[in-house]
C-alpha cells in the first residue's frame, strides 16, 4: 500500500500564496441578533474568484475548558444539562470570558474553581477548539490542570452541575466509544492522553542513557 504524506506545516511563502488563493475579503458587515451571549451577523464578501457572496455567523467573546488531572491520574468531570440538545452531557470544567481583553489563563483558573472548587498549581496550554467554524467565530482555549488542590465550588446562581471523577483511560475509552459526545472534552482528553504517553516514553529514553 502507498504510503500517503501530508506536511501540515508549509513554509511561509507557501502559506500566503496558499492563503490569498483561500482568503474571502469582507465588504460590509452588520448585526441581526444582539443577545447576551451570542451576535448573529451577516457579512457581505468577495470570494477568491472576485464574486461577491455573503456569510451569516455567530460572533462569540471566545471561552476556556480545563482538564483537570489528579494525582492519582482522575479527571474532574461535570455532567450539566445542556438545553439545546436537551440532555444532560459530560464535559470537562468551561466557560466564557468575561472581556475580549481577559487573560484566558485567569480566566481557566477561575472557571476550574468556581466549577469544581480545584485549584491548580500548573496550567498546560493545549491549543484552541473550533467548535463549528462554517457559521460561529468562538475560540476555545484549552488547558491541562495539575497539582490540584481543592476547596469548595461556588458556581453561578442559574448554574447547576454534578462534578465526579473518572480515570483518564477510562474517559479516553468513553471517547472512542461515542459516549462522549461533547467535542472539547474530546478534543482535551485524547490530547492530554497522548501527551503522558509522550512524557512517560521521554523518561524511559532518559532512564535507559
Known amino acids: 500500500m502507498r504510503k500517503l504524506e501530508y506536511n501540515i506545516?508549509?513554509?511561509?511563502?507557501e502559506g500566503i500564496d496558499r492563503s490569498m488563493k483561500l482568503t474571502e475579503k469582507t465588504v460590509s458587515s452588520k448585526a441581526i441578533f444582539d443577545g447576551n451571549v451570542l451576535h448573529v451577523?451577516?457579512?457581505t464578501i468577495e470570494l477568491p474568484n472576485g464574486k461577491p457572496a455573503t456569510r451569516e455567523y455567530v460572533h462569540h467573546i471566545g471561552a476556556v475548558a480545563v482538564l483537570p488531572l489528579t494525582d492519582e491520574g482522575d479527571v474532574v468531570l461535570e455532567r450539566q444539562y445542556r438545553y439545546p440538545y436537551h440532555e444532560v452531557l459530560v464535559e470537562i470544567p468551561a466557560g466564557k470570558l468575561e472581556s475580549p481583553e481577559e487573560d484566558p489563563r485567569k480566566a481557566a483558573l477561575r472557571e476550574l474553581e468556581e466549577e469544581t472548587g480545584a485549584l491548580a498549581s500548573e496550567l498546560v496550554y493545549l491549543g484552541d477548539y473550533y467548535a463549528s467554524p462554517a457559521i460561529l467565530d468562538e475560540r476555545i482555549r484549552l488547558y491541562l490542570a495539575r497539582g490540584l488542590t481543592?476547596?469548595?465550588p461556588h458556581t453561578d446562581e442559574d448554574e447547576f452541575l454534578e462534578v465526579f471523577r473518572m480515570p483518564l483511560d477510562e474517559l479516553v475509552a468513553e471517547v472512542m466509544a461515542g459516549n462522549i459526545p461533547d467535542g472539547k472534552t474530546q478534543l482535551a482528553a485524547m490530547r492530554v492522553f497522548h501527551m503522558?504517553?509522550?512524557e512517560e516514553e521521554e523518561k524511559?529514553?532518559?532512564a535507559q542513557l
Open 9 to 13: 506545516n508549509m513554509n511561509k511563502q
Open 41 to 43: 451577523r451577516l457579512d
Open 150 to 152: 481543592f476547596t469548595t
Open 196 to 198: 503522558l504517553k509522550n
Open 204 to 206: 524511559k529514553d532518559e
